[in-house]
């Protein structure tokens, strides 16, 4: 397909907003997994949410 | 599920994570319409196919003025109604407002310079949209400078507020001005003036660049609810030791 | 030499993470450039004569804005009095505090240079020309800061002490920076007189600013 004489900008155009959106791409996905892998690593380590955490055994009193 | 509940973060995330997948499907069947629509476009009589870099400029441009409007939304929230999510929203639309800008003056530029034969000429919109570049990496640097989220979030959102002002000198720039950069000829009074087999592959990939926008803000809204999350632990550990 | 390397490596992570240091001056950078326009008019052929003069201009103001960061976070966190009693001279100290410093604030300032020079109309020779004039004549922005930097921070005065102190010294290194991008780009002397000045004086304040500075940390400090 004959792009016309001015083929090298237009090409030049795609390249760059296909870069640019797989930089943005690639930044939201690797953002995504060191968060998954931070969150997993506190939960191991055994920090957890007050929601999260299993709740001591309560003593009822004698009514 | 309410509304309400989108105020939730551990809501949201679930939802996002439902969602997300559908919109990823949606974003690339859009991208793969629209760059078919793209290449069988016809050349315009007066440009002729470099009319195609259009098909990347204008939607960019749009999206970088949206993008401000969603953060301007966003500062509303957290001004006015301490919306918990607002923050978040405003912060990952940040470097995204901030890309598609980029896009538009760089597509812009190239654009330029076989029809105009100049990269870049200080016109009323060109200038306008580089302005809006700065104020978005302003905001940027702003948001990761103060350590504080909280008092970020508020200096972020009287600062996107007072930024608004800057859309509607973009938009009508070309009116009031005389400048180099072509008039308005969609979204104007009366109508597009661009002929439908141009309007058509310009629509698709502007749905395309939009459908990218909202998934990655849902999922970047979703990484930062996380680092949050990561955040406040490490420092109640800290607290703790 | 590790301890030096330690240093470097510190202050680097230190400056790209605050999120100021490299950002903010190519920010300062192309915001000043963007004004220019605005002030003189969009005269395209006007600016492709004083582009150069700009993108220098700019870069000095930008370089001058980091500057007080060099000591000043040291200062208030304590370390600096480590930094003093250290084992490694207090000069060669400053000049890895210094070279740090230039790699994160000075050298992104060089790399933006082009970018900038395409919005001001320049053509390649002066662009190739401004950012390789740039590349050299930073580190003695840097240098030469070094001096103000170590005074404001002895004299813990803030403010515009620093850029006061610091502008008149820098004043030849902008004279033969832009004297050779002109010559690179219009001529008629030739590009290596300006240019090998403009060496001499990046090395000259490669000695003398960190001595300098490093006698004001001494003895300055109370």
């Known amino acids: 397909m004959d792009l016309g004489p001015h083929v090298g900008f237009i090409i030049g155009a795609y390249i760059v907003a296909t870069l640019v959106v797989s930089a943005l791409v690639i930044w939201v996905l690797a953002d995504h997994v060191a968060q998954k892998r931070a969150l997993a690593d506190l939960e191991r380590r055994g920090i957890t949410r007050r929601s999260a955490q299993p709740r001591p055994l309560q003593v009822k009193e004698p009514a | 599920m309410a509304l309400i509940d989108l105020a939730n973060p551990s809501r949201?995330?679930?939802?996002v994570g439902r969602v997300l997948p559908w919109l990823i499907v949606a974003t690339v069947?859009?991208?793969a319409f629209g760059l078919r629509e793209s290449y069988l476009a016809p050349d315009d009589y007066q440009q002729g196919a470099t009319v195609k870099i259009m098909f990347i400029h204008v939607p960019n441009a749009w999206l970088s003025m949206f993008a401000w409007?969603?953060?301007?939304?966003?500062?509303?929230g957290t001004l006015v109604w301490r919306h918990p999510l607002a923050d978040v929203a405003a912060k990952c639309a940040a470097p995204l407002g901030a890309a598609f800008t980029l896009l538009a003056l760089v597509t812009g530029s190239l654009w330029g310079r076989p029809m105009w034969g100049t990269y870049w000429v200080w016109?009323?919109?060109l200038t306008s949209v580089l302005v809006l570049f700065i104020m978005y990496l302003a905001l940027i640097a702003l948001w990761r400078t103060v350590d504080d989220q909280n008092r970020a979030g508020r200096?972020?959102?009287?600062?996107?507020?007072?930024?608004?002002?800057?859309?509607?000198i973009i938009k009508f720039s070309v009116d009031w001005w005389n400048t180099l950069h072509q008039p308005a000829s969609v979204l104007r009074m009366g109508g597009p003036t661009i002929d439908r087999s141009l309007l058509i592959p310009l629509a698709v990939m502007a749905l395309a660049f939009a459908l990218l926008f909202v998934t990655l803000h849902l999922a970047a809204m979703r990484n930062e609810i996380m680092r949050r999350r990561v955040r406040t632990l490490m420092l109640m550990q800290a607290e703790r030791a | 030499m590790t301890a030096l390397s330690a240093l470097f490596a510190r202050d680097a992570r230190v400056a790209i993470r605050i999120g100021g240091g490299a950002m903010m001056g190519v920010l300062f950078f192309l915001a000043v450039v963007t004004l220019v326009p605005f002030a003189i008019g969009p005269d395209l052929a006007l600016l492709r004569r004083i582009g150069p003069a700009i993108l220098w201009l700019g870069a000095l103001l930008s370089s001058l804005l980091a500057l007080d960061r060099l000591f000043a976070n040291d200062h208030e966190d304590g370390s600096l009095d480590l930094i003093l009693m250290a084992r490694p001279p207090l000069e060669l100290i400053v000049i890895t505090k210094a070279l740090a410093h230039w790699v994160t604030t000075g050298?992104?300032?060089?790399?933006a240079a082009p970018i900038l020079g395409l919005f001001l109309n320049l053509d390649p020779a002066a662009l190739s020309a401004t950012v390789l004039t740039l590349l050299v004549g930073t580190p003695a922005l840097t240098f030469i800061g070094v001096i103000g930097a170590a005074l404001a921070t002895a004299?813990?005065?803030?403010?515009?002490?620093?850029?006061?102190?610091?502008?008149?010294?820098?004043i030849p290194v902008l004279i033969f920076g832009v004297a050779a991008t002109n010559a690179a780009?219009?001529?008629?002397?030739?590009?290596?007189?300006?240019?090998?000045i403009l060496c001499a004086l990046t090395l000259m304040s490669g000695v003398i600013g960190p001595f300098a500075a490093a006698a004001t940390l001494r003895y300055g400090m109370e």
Not at chain 2, 155 to 168: D, E, F, R, S, Y
Not at chain 3, 159 to 170: A, D, N, W
Not at chain 3, 185 to 196: K, L
Request: no cysteine; aromatic share 6%; charged share 10%.
């Open chain 2, 12 to 15: 949201f995330v679930a939802l």
């Open chain 2, 29 to 31: 069947i859009a991208f």
């Open chain 2, 69 to 76: 409007g969603v953060m301007s939304i966003a500062a509303l």
């Open chain 2, 123 to 125: 016109d009323a919109r």
């Open chain 2, 155 to 168: 200096a972020a959102a009287v600062l996107t507020l007072v930024g608004a002002v800057n859309l509607p």
């Open chain 3, 107 to 111: 050298l992104p300032l060089v790399v």
């Open chain 3, 155 to 170: 004299l813990r005065r803030g403010g515009l002490l620093l850029p006061v102190l610091v502008l008149p010294l820098t």
């Open chain 3, 185 to 196: 780009a219009v001529g008629p002397m030739p590009f290596e007189t300006p240019f090998t």
